[in-house]
């Protein structure tokens, strides 16, 4: 195996902090023509996941798939086969209990997650987030979907003078 060794300057790394709350979104399946496509959406808070992430999520996945009424479908059956009380109906009983939503109350399940296209999108990032550790995957497209609360990030100064154009590795 080759070994690599970085000359980097103890003055080249650093951190980066993020708020509270921030987060990587990142989706990722194939397309219609069999080669994978992904993205990631960085948010600073729930909230702000919750207003981008359905439109972003679609946008990158139907760009990619033709059929998009036949996708949907396909997803929303999934849910329902997959994640009932876990997932459609846990999602509905948190929109109305912490974010108020009084229609969501005594919705039918089903009902609900037909309601809007955006239940969909939420949805999987509700079951990504609390039941399977920020990644969640469908048998639809490979479509997975992943998560990952930040706070810090290790960072590297490549283009600072001397790194990696020294021999020896400066401390």
Same mark, same amino acid.
């Given at each position: 195996?080759?070994?690599?060794?970085?000359?980097?300057?103890?003055?080249?790394?650093?951190?980066?902090?993020?708020?509270?709350?921030?987060?990587?979104?990142?989706? @990722?399946?194939?397309?219609?023509?069999?080669?994978?496509? !992904?993205?990631?959406?960085?948010? !600073?808070?729930?909230?702000?996941?919750? !207003?981008?992430?359905? @439109?972003?999520?679609?946008?990158?996945?139907?760009?990619?798939?033709?059929?998009?009424?036949?996708?949907?479908?396909? /997803?929303?059956?999934?849910?329902?086969?997959?994640?009932?009380?876990?997932?459609?109906?846990?999602?509905?009983?948190?929109?109305?209990?912490?974010?108020?939503?009084?229609?969501?109350?005594?919705?039918? &399940?089903?009902?609900? /997650?037909?309601? =809007? &296209?955006?239940?969909?999108?939420?949805?999987?990032?509700?079951?990504?987030?609390?039941?399977?550790?920020?990644?969640?995957?469908? &048998?639809?497209?490979?479509?997975?979907?992943?998560? !990952?609360?930040?706070?810090?990030?290790?960072?590297?100064?490549?283009?600072? =003078?001397?790194?990696?154009?020294?021999?020896? &590795? @400066?401390?």
């Amino acid at each position: 195996m080759e070994k690599k060794v970085y000359n980097l300057k103890k003055s080249s790394l650093g951190k980066v902090t993020f708020l509270d709350g921030t987060s990587f979104c990142m989706i @990722q399946g194939k397309g219609d023509n069999g080669e994978s496509f !992904r993205d990631i959406l960085i948010v !600073r808070s729930a909230e702000e996941a919750i !207003r981008k992430f359905p @439109q972003w999520s679609s946008e990158i996945v139907y760009s990619n798939i033709a059929d998009k009424l036949g996708t949907h479908n396909k /997803i929303i059956d999934w849910l329902i086969e997959n994640w009932m009380e876990k997932g459609i109906v846990s999602f509905k009983n948190e929109m109305y209990e912490n974010f108020g939503f009084e229609e969501f109350k005594d919705m039918d &399940p089903i009902t609900f /997650i037909k309601s =809007e &296209p955006e239940m969909v999108a939420l949805t999987l990032v509700h079951i990504a987030a609390r039941y399977t550790n920020g990644y969640l995957k469908m &048998p639809i497209n490979d479509i997975e979907i992943s998560l !990952r609360f930040i706070k810090n990030v290790l960072t590297i100064n490549f283009w600072e =003078e001397g790194n990696p154009k020294t021999e020896k &590795p @400066q401390i």
